[in-house]
């Protein structure tokens, strides 16, 4: 099935062309990947966005615009290079009952409703090996604490803009914090030093 | 080796950045001049990738227990060596036990140490930049302390030569960036009319600027990766210049960016330092960066 996305190119400084493929991000990050293209220096996924980083001086890959064009939509991935994780949760985060009463429902609803999504690694920012997991239903897309934490712990689980994620390392944070995960995200020594990477699917369990 | 005996304001094991790891959260860093501690590394002999230190307002005070041959490039941090002044752009042979002594830089911000044989830190993810937000590469995650010893590489032959400085107060160049449509005529009026001027928010990770407010109206923003040099703008209108170790995505509007050849100049500017941008068009920004490139091949005058 072909989602027919239309994508916008833009300019980020002079080392980088903006791709907006909505929902098409990951499926357009795999496929230019895949491509190899000459004079591109990394693929960067975002929301929505891809950030094609170009080696100094280079001039767009031709191909580029083709590529971009007529993607498949987000549920045609390929499967080969991903991985399911199942990271362990301890859910006595902070803020649980106030998400829980938000989203309408008690605090095991809540935990409940948390391990039976299938969350996909959408994208990685922020902090190194921070893994943007989407799939959350709409009622727990809530925006950020208004009043950012100046220190939030390692292994954090918190929620905020329709994503949730773990904190790799302590530092600060806005978002909702929902437990404590099981840790060991990022290991520079590790190929590739993330754990989750885009296009990695995460079941949580609680522990 | 290299014993640290004092160390300077942030003394920071560079070398060239760590390239391939933005989709794991982690920015490419490396030298804020990256031309400059190549030239430094070319004087002594090094490759131009090899690890060097960059210093920062006030330098350390070094010990060389078996000598060395060393290059200082960028801002004037007016080095002595046993009692002897050493210049900028030119390659110095510490006898061993010397030490290299360096001072506070009165304009400038920024300076790169090279050593004959390359600082030798253990690589990590491929490099031997430091990143201090998350704490890995250069020496220990960290900078550099009192105390600390440096491993070195073997040097090779080093030719004489001196290097010439081109200290360029013009406007940064800038093109336009993917939100710019969501700001105002008037706020591009403001960004390329206004001087600005660096908050004492600033380091590698970006720099803060005052002198103007840019309103956008553009709405909501999902978070899209972000590269050195992107001029984001907060709720509060102030805008921000992402620096090297800036992080990977950002969630505010990008109304510019700085063009890769002017990317360098950053690494000088102070807090309180005024600056001015100037659009370009995309030709002029690519004609400005060959000839950067071209202006390294002669930048050094060999003298053997």
Known sequence: MVSRETTAMRWMTDRGICIAAGASTLALYQRLSAAGLPGVRELVPADGMLLVVLEPGRAPPPELEALAADLPGPQVLPVASTRQHRIKVRFAGEDLPEVAARAGLDTDGLIGLMCEQTLRVQFLGFQPGFAYLGGLPPLLHLPRRAKPRTSVPAGSLALAGGYCGIYPAAGPGGWHLLGIAETGLFDPAADPPARLQPGDTVRLVAA | ?304
Request: aromatic share 6%; with cysteine.
């Open chain 2, 1 to 304: 080796m290299i014993d640290v005996v004092r160390a300077g304001r942030l003394d920071l094991v560079m070398d060239l950045g760590r390239p391939g790891f933005r989709a794991q959260g982690v920015p490419e860093g490396g030298a804020a001049d990256a031309t400059a501690l190549a030239l430094a590394n070319r004087l002594v002999g090094n490759a131009e990738g090899a690890a060097g230190i960059e210093l920062l307002l006030r330098g350390p005070r070094l010990r060389f227990p078996e000598g060395g041959t060393i290059a200082l490039t960028g801002a004037d941090m007016l080095a002595r060596c046993n009692g002897e002044s050493v210049a900028r752009g030119h390659a110095w042979a510490i006898p061993a036990g010397g030490e290299l002594e360096l001072g506070t830089a009165d304009k400038g911000l920024r300076a790169w140490l090279a050593v004959a044989g390359g600082i030798e830190t253990p690589p990590v993810m491929g490099s031997r930049s430091t990143f201090l937000p998350g704490g890995l590469g250069g020496w220990q995650g960290r900078a550099l302390r009192a105390g600390d010893r440096l491993p070195l590489g073997l040097a090779a032959h080093c030719r004489a030569g001196v290097l010439g400085f081109d200290e360029s107060d013009d406007a940064l160049r800038i093109l336009p960036g993917p939100q710019l449509p969501g700001f105002a005529d008037a706020a591009l009026k403001r960004l390329s009319d206004c001087a600005f001027r660096v908050s004492a928010d600033a380091n590698r990770l970006g720099l803060r600027l005052s002198g103007a407010t840019l309103d956008y109206a553009g709405g909501e923003l999902a978070s899209q990766a972000v590269l050195p040099g992107a001029i984001q703008v907060p709720p509060d209108g102030n805008p921000i210049i992402l620096g090297w170790d800036g992080p990977v995505t950002g969630g505010y509007p990008v109304i510019a960016g700085i063009i890769a050849a002017d990317l360098h100049r950053l690494a000088q500017l102070r807090p309180g330092d005024a600056l001015r941008f100037a659009f370009v068009t995309r030709d002029e920004a690519q004609a400005a960066w060959r000839r950067l490139q071209a202006s390294l091949d002669g930048a050094i005058a060999w003298t053997d």
